[in-house]
């Protein structure tokens, strides 16, 4: 089946512009997780979400925003960017049981967006 | 919260046994995954452990203590195509998301 698929791969965007991110999950999955991956700082959780609703956010500043459509596709969003978010942002889809937390499914990460702020 | 540490670089030769080192200081728990990241590619899942004890899956063995906040992943007869970068992560109770560790950085010399 096919994996999860992020768009774009790449972007490069200048400081005060903003960005949207696309996740598409496996077929299937409803529960979709974004990251942020730095080399200084390493994986960090953004927000989680689960049948269009957000259950868990991270620690970032509220330019970072995200949603969740019926067919469980995500968008992630960042405004006016700072040359500080410049990273490796991932998606990551899983398969968790209805209404409670995961057990042991894990998480299948997309190859992620390189986004650039210059 | 979580706290989760882990060596940061690790070498070792071909066909040898690493072990990379985990701890973790959580608010709950509800297991722990190892990663594996090649440059410039997405993380994939390795294993899971929740209960205590040894999970082995090929050359790859995971183990978990709970009452220590400390997990290991043992990688056996090495092979250069497992220089990468391997995540400990664990998952908060009635959590949904993962904290991850910096990650190690093993090298596999011929």
């Known amino acids: 089946k096919a994996g999860v698929t992020q768009t774009p791969r790449y972007l490069i965007k200048t400081r005060g512009q903003q960005v949207t991110l696309s996740c598409s999950p496996i077929?299937?999955?409803?529960?979709v997780s974004w990251y942020q991956q730095t080399p200084g700082q390493g994986l960090q959780f953004l927000f989680e979400y689960f049948s269009e609703t957000q259950r868990n956010k991270g620690n970032f500043p509220g330019r970072f925003s995200g949603r969740q459509f019926s067919n469980s596709r995500s968008e992630m969003n960042v405004s006016t960017l700072e040359l500080g978010d410049s990273a490796l942002y991932l998606c990551a889809s899983s398969l968790p049981r209805e209404g409670g937390p995961m057990s042991n499914t894990e998480a299948f990460f997309g190859q992620g967006t390189r986004l650039t702020v210059v | 919260g979580q706290n989760i540490d882990q060596p940061t670089e690790m070498t070792a030769t071909e066909g040898a046994i690493v072990q990379i080192n985990c701890t973790y200081q959580t608010s709950g728990f509800n297991g722990l995954f190892w990663y594996q990241q090649h440059a410039g590619e997405a993380p994939t899942f390795l294993s899971y452990n929740v209960l205590d004890g040894l999970e082995e899956k090929g050359r790859f063995s995971s183990f978990l203590s709970r009452s220590k906040g400390y997990s290991y992943l043992l990688l056996k007869e090495l092979q250069m195509k497992d220089s990468a970068s391997y995540l400990c992560a664990v998952r908060g109770y009635n959590d949904y998301k993962l904290s991850f560790g910096a990650g190690t950085t093993v090298t596999v010399r011929a």
């Open positions: 077929s299937g999955h409803r529960s």
